[in-house]
T-cell receptor, first 111, second 116 residues
Framework: GQSLEQPSEVTAVEGAIVQINCTYQTSGFYGLSWYQQHDGGAPTFLSY????GLEETGRFSSFLSRSDSYGYLLLQELQMKDSASYFCAVRDKTGANNLFFGTGTRLTVIP | DAGVIQSPRHEVTEMGQEVTLRCKPISGHDYLFWYRQTMMRGLELLIYFNNNVPIDDSGMPEDRFSAKMPNASFSTLKIQPSEPRDSAVYFC??????????????FGPGTRLTVL
């Protein structure tokens, strides 16, 4: 089956940089996705990595190492509005078209 | 684009009653997913459809749950009879077969269900 491990909670200071790690085990790997969810809101797509390396989108970057079954989400110049839960996700299994989500990392940004 | 639309946004019902949740996916999306989110179990996939056909319903907790997709623009998730342990936020999501970002799913705002 699939498994995803990410820290349950992270706290960081406004303006700082924070990295949220995700390690995965999956029977068929297609790519690693990241979603953001604010309290009371819906998950929203942030980034997707299919190949090794770093993908940058504004203040957010995502990294993937397929050989290490590892990825991370990097948030720079943290803002209070970045306080949310962040989920990594992989395709459930070979041939499937649904995503398996990790349990999420709750990021709290403090002044 | 209006995004994924779900109704109702909030539902409070009593144990034993039938509950129907509704979803309109993004136009042109051929996959539709139903999720349930709780503090204890996180985000769980219940069932998903491709071109209106159910593909995997292994996440449906029991026979009290059923889902239909009569056409490309509408799906329902029904719970009958409802129980207090069904209280959760239910999300509908959709995606296209091939998108710029792989498996990107677009989530609706969710339905917060409370069963008393």
């Amino acid at each position: 089956g699939q498994s995803l491990e990410q820290p349950s909670e992270v706290t960081a200071v406004e303006g700082a940089i924070v990295q949220i790690n995700c390690t995965y085990q999956t029977s068929g790997f297609y790519g690693l996705s990241w979603y953001q969810q604010h309290d009371g809101g819906a998950p929203t797509f942030l980034s997707y990595n299919a190949l090794d390396g770093l993908e940058e989108t504004g203040r957010f970057s995502s990294f993937l190492s397929r050989s290490d079954s590892y990825g991370y989400l990097l948030l720079q110049e943290l803002q209070m509005k970045d306080s949310a839960s962040y989920f990594c996700a992989v395709r459930d299994k070979t041939g499937a078209n649904n995503l398996f989500f990790g349990t999420g990392t709750r990021l709290t940004v403090i002044p | 684009d209006a995004g994924v639309i779900q109704s109702p946004r909030h539902e409070v019902t009593e144990m034993g009653q039938e509950v129907t949740l509704r979803c309109k996916p993004i136009s042109g999306h051929d996959y539709l997913f139903w999720y349930r989110q709780t503090m204890m179990r996180g985000l769980e996939l219940l069932i998903y459809f491709n071109n209106n056909v159910p593909i995997d319903d292994s996440g449906m907790p029991e026979d009290r749950f059923s889902a239909k997709m009569p056409n490309a623009s509408f799906s329902t998730l029904k719970i009958q009879p409802s129980e207090p342990r069904d209280s959760a936020v239910y999300f509908c999501a959709s995606r296209r077969t091939s998108g710029e970002f792989g498996d990107t799913q677009y989530f609706g705002p969710g339905t917060r269900l409370t069963v008393l």
